[in-house]
Nanobody
Framework: QVQLVESGGGLVQPGGSLRLSCAAS????????MGWYRQAPGKQRELVAA???????NYAEAVKGRFTISRDNAKNTVYLQMNSLKPEDTAVYYC?????????WGQGTQVTVSS
Protein backbone atom coordinates (compact mmCIF):
# COMPACT_ATOMS: atom_id res chain seq x y z
CA GLN A 1 0.00 0.00 0.00
CA VAL A 2 1.21 3.49 -0.89
CA GLN A 3 -0.05 6.68 0.68
CA LEU A 4 0.37 9.99 -1.10
CA VAL A 5 0.08 13.41 0.51
CA GLU A 6 0.04 16.52 -1.67
CA SER A 7 0.87 20.02 -0.51
CA GLY A 8 1.71 23.42 -1.94
CA GLY A 9 -1.56 24.48 -3.49
CA GLY A 10 -3.12 27.87 -2.97
CA LEU A 11 -4.25 31.12 -4.53
CA VAL A 12 -1.88 32.84 -6.94
CA GLN A 13 -2.20 35.71 -9.40
CA PRO A 14 -1.90 35.12 -13.15
CA GLY A 15 1.75 34.93 -14.12
CA GLY A 16 2.74 33.67 -10.70
CA SER A 17 4.35 30.42 -9.60
CA LEU A 18 3.63 27.56 -7.24
CA ARG A 19 5.45 24.35 -6.39
CA LEU A 20 3.41 21.30 -5.52
CA SER A 21 4.87 18.43 -3.54
CA CYS A 22 3.69 14.85 -3.19
CA ALA A 23 5.21 12.79 -0.41
CA ALA A 24 4.87 9.02 -0.74
CA SER A 25 5.13 6.22 1.75
CA UNK A 26 6.74 2.92 0.82
CA UNK A 27 10.24 1.71 0.20
CA UNK A 28 10.00 1.19 -3.56
CA UNK A 29 9.01 4.73 -4.51
CA UNK A 30 11.97 4.92 -6.86
CA UNK A 31 10.43 2.19 -9.00
CA UNK A 32 7.09 3.93 -9.42
CA UNK A 33 5.95 6.12 -12.27
CA MET A 34 4.63 9.32 -10.70
CA GLY A 35 2.15 11.66 -12.24
CA TRP A 36 0.31 14.89 -11.60
CA TYR A 37 -3.27 15.17 -12.77
CA ARG A 38 -5.81 17.94 -12.45
CA GLN A 39 -9.55 18.26 -12.49
CA ALA A 40 -11.37 21.53 -13.02
CA PRO A 41 -15.05 21.94 -12.11
CA GLY A 42 -17.26 20.24 -14.67
CA LYS A 43 -14.30 18.69 -16.50
CA GLN A 44 -12.67 15.29 -16.58
CA ARG A 45 -9.46 14.61 -14.75
CA GLU A 46 -6.50 15.04 -17.08
CA LEU A 47 -2.82 14.24 -17.05
CA VAL A 48 -0.58 17.24 -16.46
CA ALA A 49 2.85 15.64 -16.25
CA ALA A 50 4.47 12.30 -15.47
CA UNK A 51 7.93 11.07 -14.60
CA UNK A 52 9.07 7.48 -14.93
CA UNK A 53 11.38 5.62 -12.58
CA UNK A 54 14.26 6.28 -14.95
CA UNK A 55 13.54 10.00 -15.02
CA UNK A 56 11.92 10.40 -18.43
CA UNK A 57 9.09 12.90 -18.45
CA ASN A 58 6.05 13.83 -20.49
CA TYR A 59 3.76 16.82 -20.32
CA ALA A 60 0.36 17.90 -21.50
CA GLU A 61 0.60 20.34 -24.39
CA ALA A 62 -1.14 23.02 -22.33
CA VAL A 63 1.66 23.13 -19.75
CA LYS A 64 4.77 22.47 -21.82
CA GLY A 65 7.39 25.10 -21.19
CA ARG A 66 5.66 26.32 -18.03
CA PHE A 67 5.54 23.30 -15.70
CA THR A 68 8.37 21.01 -14.62
CA ILE A 69 7.98 17.65 -12.91
CA SER A 70 10.84 16.23 -10.87
CA ARG A 71 11.43 13.60 -8.24
CA ASP A 72 13.71 13.09 -5.26
CA ASN A 73 13.89 9.37 -4.58
CA ALA A 74 15.84 9.91 -1.36
CA LYS A 75 12.88 11.88 0.00
CA ASN A 76 10.14 9.78 -1.64
CA THR A 77 8.78 13.00 -3.10
CA VAL A 78 7.68 14.23 -6.50
CA TYR A 79 7.35 17.90 -7.34
CA LEU A 80 5.51 20.01 -9.86
CA GLN A 81 6.98 23.45 -10.43
CA MET A 82 4.35 25.62 -12.07
CA ASN A 83 5.37 28.93 -13.61
CA SER A 84 3.51 31.52 -15.68
CA LEU A 85 0.24 30.31 -14.23
CA LYS A 86 -2.98 31.08 -16.07
CA PRO A 87 -6.59 31.19 -14.86
CA GLU A 88 -7.24 28.04 -16.88
CA ASP A 89 -4.75 26.19 -14.67
CA THR A 90 -7.25 26.48 -11.82
CA ALA A 91 -8.13 22.96 -10.66
CA VAL A 92 -7.66 20.37 -7.97
CA TYR A 93 -4.27 18.78 -8.57
CA TYR A 94 -3.79 15.11 -7.74
CA CYS A 95 -0.68 13.01 -7.40
CA UNK A 96 -0.73 9.45 -8.73
CA UNK A 97 1.66 6.59 -8.23
CA UNK A 98 1.76 3.64 -10.63
CA UNK A 99 3.62 0.36 -10.27
CA UNK A 100 2.68 -2.46 -12.63
CA UNK A 101 -1.10 -2.83 -12.25
CA UNK A 102 -1.33 -0.92 -8.97
CA UNK A 103 -2.38 2.72 -8.82
CA UNK A 104 -2.57 5.06 -5.86
CA TRP A 105 -3.97 8.57 -5.62
CA GLY A 106 -3.51 11.43 -3.22
CA GLN A 107 -6.36 13.49 -1.82
CA GLY A 108 -5.68 16.48 -4.06
CA THR A 109 -4.67 20.08 -3.49
CA GLN A 110 -6.51 23.12 -4.82
CA VAL A 111 -4.76 25.55 -7.13
CA THR A 112 -6.59 28.77 -7.91
CA VAL A 113 -5.19 31.30 -10.37
CA SER A 114 -7.05 34.58 -10.10
CA SER A 115 -6.46 38.28 -9.76
Amino acid sequence: QVQLVESGGGLVQPGGSLRLSCAASGSIFRMHTMGWYRQAPGKQRELVAAIASGGSTNYAEAVKGRFTISRDNAKNTVYLQMNSLKPEDTAVYYCKSSYYSSEYWGQGTQVTVSS
